[in-house]
C-alpha cells in the first residue's frame, strides 16, 4: 500500500536561481520547493508525496487549501500534484516535525500535530498518513466505468499500484545495480483486472469487483471484458490468475492516446495460487496462450516492450535525474508518454518512472 505521508531526512538544500525567499530541498529521489530557513540539511520533516490529499484544518498545510481548495468524497483539501515554481519541478510538500520537546527525545525522533491536536512521537521512516488523515486523491469515475458493484476488489490479488523510482534510490542504484530488467511504456488510463479462481471469474476496476450482468451491458470494462472474449479464454485456460492492464479510449482519462475505441494494454499477470507476479517472459507466454484461445488482437494488446534484458549501464542510467530523463519520449500515438516501467527479469522487483513534463501537462 502508498505511504503518502512518510518522516523522512532533508538530504540536501540547493538554491534556485533568481529565488530569495524558496530553496529546492532533496528528500530521497524527490525534489520539493520550501520556504529559506526553515529546514537545515538532516532535518527530519513530513514528506507528502503527489496524489496526497490535505484535508481542511492543519495549520501546517491550511495555506495550500485556502489558495487551490478542492472537494474530494464530500471534504474540502487541497490535492498535491507535480508544479513548476520560479523554474524549479516541485513535488509533494514537506512540514516541520518539532524536535525539541521539553522532556527531550532520542536523535532522529521527533513530534507531529494532526488537525484534531493530537500529539504523535515519530521516528525516521514511520507511515504517518493515517494519522494525519491522508488519503489518496483519485479523479472522478468516468460515467461509462460506473456501474453496478459485486463487491469490494478481491482479497487475493494486489491492486495496481507500482511503487514510484523516486522512492526506491538506494534499492534500484545499490542493491540492484547488477539487475537484468524489462523496460516497458507506462500508459494512460483506468485500472483493469480480470481473473479466474477457482471456478469463479470476474472483472474489475482499481477497488471494485464489477457485476458482469444486463444492468452493466454499457459499463466500459464490462464490455472489454466480455466482448473481447477474455472472459471466455480465461475460463477456458482455467488457471488460476489475474490480468492487469491499463484500459484506454473513448471518455476514458482524456484518451491521450486518441484511440478511437476501447483497447486494454496488459502490463501483469499475477499467479493467484502462488502468491506472485509472472516473470516477464511467462507473462508474454500468458498472453500469447489467450490470444490462441481467440482473445481479440485489436481490442486487448501488450504494454509496448521498450527493452528486454537491459541493464541500467547499458542504458547509460546511473543517478536519478538520469533515470527521470530516460523517462520522457512519445507514446503510440502521443507526442509525449506517461512513462516507463523498470521489472526486474526474475518478477521479484519493479518501479516505474513518471515523465516530468507529462505530470506538468496532465495534471
Known sequence: MRKLATIRKINNLLPIEGADRIMAAVIDGWTVVVKKNEFEVGDLCVYFEIDSFLP???????????????????????????????????????????????????????????????????????DVSDFLGIVKYEPPIPTQLGGQVRGNFPSFIPKTDQDRCQN???????????????VSMKMDGSSFTAFYNNDHDGVCGRNWELDVNEENKTNSMVRMYVDSKLQAALCKLRLNIAVQGELQGTGIQGNKEGFKSHKL?????????????????????????????????????????????????????????????????????AAMREGVV??????????????????????
Request: charged share 25%.
Open 265 to 333: 494494454a496488459i502490463f501483469d499477470i499475477y499467479d493467484i495460487d502462488n502468491g506472485y507476479y509472472l516473470t516477464p517472459i511467462e507473462r508474454l507466454e500468458i498472453v500469447d496462450r489467450l490470444w490462441k484461445l481467440d482473445v481479440n488482437k485489436e481490442m486487448v494488446v501488450h504494454v509496448p516492450v521498450l527493452h528486454m534484458n537491459v541493464s541500467l549501464q547499458e542504458l547509460k542510467i546511473t543517478d536519478m535525474n538520469l533515470l527521470l530523463e530516460f523517462a520522457k519520449g512519445p507514446s503510440i500515438n
Open 168 to 182: 526506491l534510490i538506494g534499492k534500484i542504484f545499490h542493491e540492484n545495480i547488477d539487475a537484468w530488467y524489462e
Open 56 to 126: 481542511d484544518g492543519n495549520p501546517a498545510w491550511q495555506h495550500l487549501v485556502e489558495k487551490h481548495p478542492r472537494i474530494f468524497e464530500g471534504n474540502r483539501g487541497h490535492c498535491l500534484r507535480t508544479v513548476r515554481l520560479r523554474g524549479q519541478i516541485s513535488q509533494g510538500f514537506a512540514a516541520s516535525v518539532i524536535t525539541e520537546y521539553p522532556n527531550g527525545l532520542p536523535f532522529g525522533s521527533g513530534v507531529i500535530t494532526n488537525t484534531l491536536g493530537d500529539e504523535k512521537f515519530i521516528n525516521e521512516g514511520d
Open 342 to 363: 523498470f521489472k526486474r527479469i526474475d518478477g521479484k522487483f519493479s518501479f516505474k518512472v513518471i515523465n516530468n513534463d507529462w505530470l506538468l501537462k496532465n495534471e
